[in-house]
C-alpha cells in the first residue's frame, strides 16, 4: 500500500516562505490524485491543492492561489509544496494525500482520499 511522509514544515514570520515535501513509497499510478490539505485547530480539514500523478494542471484552492506551488519529482516520488507569503492564518497542520478514485476531475475533499501521510505543522507568526 501507500505510505507518505511530510516533511519541512516549521515556524515563520508572516512573508516568509517554506517548502514542504511529501515522499511516498509503493506504487502511484498515472492517474493517482496528489493532494494537499491543511487542519487548523478546531477547524475542518481544508483543501489546498491537488494534481494528478501523470501530469496535468493543478488545481488550487482560492486561498492559496498565486502564492502557493505545487510539483512533481516522479522519478523520486515526491510532491512538493513551495508556499510563499505566508499568512498567519495559513498555520496549520499540513497533510498530503493520495485518491486512487478514477473521476472526470481532481478531488478536493478530505473523504475522496484514500491514504495520507501524518501531517507536518505549519505555525506562521505575526
Known amino acids: 500500500q501507500v505510505q507518505l511522509v511530510e516533511s519541512g514544515g516549521g515556524l515563520v514570520q508572516a512573508g516568509g516562505s517554506l517548502r514542504l515535501s511529501c515522499a511516498a513509497s509503493g506504487r502511484i499510478y498515472n492517474n493517482y490524485n496528489m493532494g494537499w490539505f491543511r487542519q487548523a485547530p478546531g477547524k475542518d480539514r481544508e483543501f489546498v491543492v491537488a494534481?494528478?500523478?501523470?501530469?496535468?494542471?493543478?488545481y488550487y484552492a482560492d486561498a492559496v492561489k498565486g502564492r502557493f506551488t505545487i510539483s512533481r519529482d516522479n522519478g523520486k516520488n515526491t510532491v512538493h509544496l513551495q508556499m510563499n507569503s505566508l499568512k498567519p492564518e495559513d498555520t496549520a497542520v499540513y497533510y498530503c494525500a493520495v485518491s486512487n478514485l478514477v473521476g472526470i476531475g481532481l478531488p478536493m475533499f478530505p473523504r475522496e482520499y484514500d491514504y495520507w501521510g501524518q501531517g507536518t505543522q505549519v505555525t506562521v507568526s505575526s
Open positions: 494534481i494528478t500523478w501523470g501530469g496535468g494542471r493543478p
